[in-house]
């Protein structure tokens, strides 16, 4: 597709827009490393957010609020890295059309990376909702997880109590007896 452009953009403007597309394809290029790099450190926040959806290092190894939240924020990197990666394609998608001068392409294309950012955006909002009802599973969880510790310290305490009532009793009649 590239070469069909490339072949369709000399035949039209001949050799002197030859020269312009040497010039504009350095810059073509760099940009498209540009977005290259962008997304190598995308695809490495992806994965550190990964390991942080894995990392717990709460009581009974369950995540922590403050694992969420570092989770959280490192989407909230990864959506800041696509912004970014969205505003640098359009201007690599603004070279090829400034050169050809097709303003409706343009706006076809804004159009279309509008509706990608917000199917993106719509994406991502599920994924925090659905973070934020994990979220609320945990603290319900937590919750149990007190109420059932502090029966148990009753039940101990209860225990003891017995106990030693017991043994005071027993030396109590044990005394009585010798007596």
Do not use: P
């Amino acid at each position: 597709m590239k070469h069909l452009f490339l072949f369709a953009f000399i035949v039209l403007f001949g050799a002197d827009a030859f020269a312009q597309i040497k010039t504009d394809s350095v810059a073509y290029s760099k940009q498209r490393a540009k977005i290259n790099a962008m997304l190598a450190a995308r695809k490495v926040k992806f994965g550190q957010y990964d390991t942080s959806l894995t990392k717990r290092s709460g009581i009974f190894h369950l995540q922590t609020k403050n694992d969420i939240r570092r989770s959280n924020q490192i989407l909230m990197d990864i959506v800041d890295t696509d912004d970014e990666i969205f505003i640098e394609l359009k201007k690599l998608f603004d070279y090829r059309t400034s050169q050809l001068n097709y303003t409706t392409y343009q706006k076809k294309q804004v159009e279309s990376n509008a509706k990608e950012i917000e199917k993106t955006r719509l994406s991502y909002m599920g994924t925090i909702n659905s973070f934020r009802a994990q979220n609320d599973d945990l603290k319900a969880q937590l919750a149990k997880q007190k109420e059932r510790y502090e029966s148990r310290q009753r039940m101990f305490i209860i225990a003891i109590v017995l106990m030693l009532t017991s043994i005071l009793a027993l030396l109590l009649i044990k005394r009585k007896r010798k007596a």
